[in-house]
């Protein structure tokens, strides 16, 4: 039997759900039945707004933007939350796939699992670059293939480096040592100890943490870089005049989009890594995700805001140029505060 009034603030009930609090109204909460029931719903519904969303947001690109600023907004899913649960998604399942089955110790022989071999070459990149830096800044050069016996122990890897297209061994020239932090100097006050004690923890691990903590701080950066891009935007649709906050949801919904594709194509890719014969088309499905995404911004550009087809091209230009630019930036900058912080 229904209850007449709301089991959570007393109020009458006149439907399915409770017009006070929202409260939806089951027989029993005991019961396993509605359990069952309240699972299924959030696996097939999610508030029955979430197929919906990613229908349009695939299909319709920038309608789910027309819809929002037309007041049409409880049958879709909001543009943070949408931008969220993709960008989360996706970036968890790309940190998933980051690891290496095996490491390898000096002997060049499996030692134990341990994290991905892209993150040791990505710190001794770093250290190389800091290594050089830091020898400019101090007016020496930088140090010559060392004569001890892990000089030829690649850095990616800890084992013996690959041979070389004639047969010889490809050595790595931009070792850093602990010792060679200290020449590190900066003319920002305040930064030259952080950097240093960053140079020294890169070289110890091979940038393993620095690699780790970037991987992190990439969603976070997001966060920064949206807003900004959001500001070109601003500056590119001025006539007629448009409030700030609708470019930045046309890029929330646009990440969004782009994020379900990148992780359409990630994990094709991580299958045909186990099927090779999926190789080839997993190269194709990528080329047309690039084209897919280019084509995706220009109509969504072209719908919200309405220009014509020269105009449209011209300022995608300018803001795949301008995205570009600061997403580099961006990246840097939180290489650089990762690299501090790990």
């Keep these: 039997m229904t209850p007449a009034t709301c089991g959570n603030c007393n109020a009458p009930l006149s439907g399915p759900y409770c017009s006070q609090c929202g409260q939806h109204v089951h027989d029993s909460a005991r019961s396993l039945g509605v359990l069952l029931h309240d699972g299924w719903h959030v696996v097939t519904h999610v508030d029955g707004r979430f197929w919906s969303t990613i229908a349009a947001l695939v299909l319709r690109p920038g309608k789910l933007t ?63 670059a800091v290594d050089a830096a830091a020898h400019g800044a101090a007016g020496t050069p930088a140090p010559a293939a060392a004569d001890d016996d892990d000089a030829d122990l ?7 480096p690959p041979a070389s297209a004639g047969g010889g061994k490809a050595h790595w020239t931009g070792r850093l040592k602990p010792d060679d932090c200290s020449h590190l100097r900066s003319d920002l006050p305040g930064l030259e100890e952080p950097l240093r004690a960053a140079c020294r923890r890169n070289v110890g691990d091979h940038g393993r943490a620095t690699l780790h903590a970037f991987v992190s701080d990439v969603p976070k950066m997001m ?40 992780t359409v194509t990630l994990l094709f890719g991580r299958l045909a890594g186990v ?12 080329i047309a995700a690039f084209l897919y995404a280019v ?31 600061f997403l580099t930036i961006t990246l840097l900058v939180t290489l650089v505060v990762s690299a501090i912080t790990a």
């Design 295 to 325: 084509c995706y911004v220009y109509q969504a550009m072209r719908r919200y805001y309405g220009q014509n087809r020269w105009w449209t091209i011209t300022k995608l230009w300018v803001v795949g140029t301008a995205y570009v630019l």
């Design 66 to 128: 027309l819809e929002y600023f037309a007041d049409r907004r409880a049958r879709y899913l909001p543009p943070v939350r949408l931008y969220l649960v993709l960008s989360v998604l996706f970036f968890a399942l790309a940190s998933f796939g980051s690891r290496i089955d095996a490491d390898y110790d000096g002997d060049g022989k499996a030692a134990s699992k341990a994290p991905a071999g892209a993150a040791a070459a990505v710190g001794a990149r770093v250290a190389g």
């Design 275 to 286: 099927v090779p014969l999926l190789k080839v088309p997993s190269e194709l499905l990528d």
């Design 223 to 262: 966060f920064v870089f949206l807003p900004v891009m959001a500001g070109v935007m601003l500056l590119l649709y001025w006539r007629p005049r448009r409030f700030y906050v609708e470019h930045l949801v046309f890029f929330l919904h646009t990440h969004a989009a782009l994020f379900l594709v990148l």
């Design 154 to 160: 690649h850095p990616a890897t800890g084992g013996p």
